[in-house]
């Protein structure tokens, strides 16, 4: 995502690179940054969600990253295509999100809440 945001912005016929941004550098530009964001709340739900998890069900934790991955990329598409469209793709990024926090939250209040501080 990042290197497509700066080849469009390379690309773009604007005569300031710094001025005001076109559509398809727009949407490349607001990708990258929800990505990231979003990258780093799924990071620290993984790496929580890792701990409570037990062993024979840590097998989803490449799922979930494939999951991820593939969801962020239909996002982009459905992006470009039109704004009405991307809903699914945020569905698919947001709602295993979610989940997970939401299993994270259950787990260290109400399954092991002994070791919350510990």
């Avoid at 607001?30 to 990505?35: E, G, H, M, N, P």
């Avoid at 840590?58 to 799922?63: A, F, S, V, Y």
């Amino acid at each position: 995502g990042m290197i497509v945001s700066g080849i469009s912005r390379l690309c773009s016929s604007a005569l300031e690179p710094f001025g005001e941004l076109q559509r398809e550098v727009e949407i490349h530009r607001t990708y990258v940054s929800q990505s990231v964001h979003l990258f780093i709340l799924y990071f620290f739900n993984m790496a929580v969600l890792a701990t409570y998890l037990p062993q024979e069900v840590l097998k989803l934790i490449p799922l979930l990253t494939g999951l991820f991955a593939i969801s962020r990329l239909i996002y982009w598409l459905s992006y470009a295509i039109g704004r009405s469209f991307r809903a699914f793709g945020f569905s698919m990024t947001f709602l295993p999100l979610l989940a997970m926090l939401l299993w994270n939250l259950y787990s260290m209040f109400v399954v092991e809440p002994e070791n919350l501080l510990a």
